[in-house]
T-cell receptor
Framework: DADVTQTPRNRITKTGKRIMLECSQT?????MYWYRQDPGLGLRLIYY???????NKGEISDGYSVSRQAQAKFSLSLESAIPNQTALYFC??????????????FGDGTRLSIL | QKEVEQNSGPLSVPEGAIASLNCTYS??????FFWYRQYSGKSPELIMF????GDKEDGRFTAQLNKASQYVSLLIRDSQPSDSATYLC?????????FGKGTKLTVNP
């Protein structure tokens, strides 16, 4: 089983719909992140969480919200989806237990298309 | 100046050659540097990290860091067609990773 699991892997939906992307991890990491990736724009940070009670906005948080339900679970919601939120979304985790600058490990991604 | 800059490429090298990928960063206080490989449509995969000035070797990969010049590079020796991918440079800033836009590498058989 994958250490960082994202569901769904693919989703096609319509403008105005509410969508939730889920991420769960078995790595025991305390830090979790959501990114989106668009061609030519690279990876951009949406939200991040350093522990269950900590939620922070990233570079492009408008139109998104998150929930950290447990150390292992971090969900991303689009309250009212719009076409320019069509992108590849990645969840990532990292461990801060020994050294804060640890690398991040990514899930397989969710390809989201909004019509 | 962008925080992390990479030449977008594409960089094309013949099989067996050395591929050299370069990255510059703007925050002189950055301490940790990472290289990720990303195949088309797949997730980024960590291949190297480096914290100290100098070279770090792992198999066919060598990461080089020069903090004075704010420059980090990745060398791939004996390049293989399976190395064809986009390579992302990432730097820690305020305990978060900041990514460059990536360099697309093609290794021609």
């Amino acid at each position: 089983d994958a250490d960082v699991t994202q569901t769904p892997r693919n989703r096609i939906t319509k403008t105005g719909k509410r969508i939730m992307l889920e991420c769960s991890q078995t790595k025991g990491h305390d830090r979790m992140y959501w990114y989106r990736q668009d061609p030519g724009l690279g990876l951009r940070l949406i939200y991040y969480s350093f522990d269950v009670k900590d939620i922070n906005k990233g570079e492009i948080s408008d139109g998104y919200s998150v929930s950290r339900q447990a150390q292992a679970k971090f969900s991303l919601s689009l309250e009212s989806a719009i076409p320019n939120q069509t992108a590849l979304y990645f969840c990532a985790t990292s461990d801060s237990s020994f050294y804060s600058n640890q690398p991040q490990h990514f899930g397989d991604g969710t390809r989201l298309s909004i019509l | 100046q962008k925080e992390v800059e990479q030449n977008s490429g594409p960089l094309s090298v013949p099989e067996g050659a050395i591929a050299s990928l370069n990255c510059t960063y703007s925050d002189r206080g950055s301490q940790s540097f990472f290289w990720y490989r990303q195949y088309s449509g797949k997730s980024p995969e960590l291949i190297m990290f480096i914290y100290s000035n100098g070279d770090k070797e792992d198999g066919r990969f060598t990461a080089q860091l020069n903090k004075a010049s704010q420059y980090v590079s990745l060398l791939i020796r004996d390049s293989q067609p399976s190395d064809s991918a986009t390579y992302l440079c990432a730097v820690i800033k305020s305990e978060k990773l900041v990514f460059g836009k990536g360099t697309k590498l093609t290794v021609n058989p």
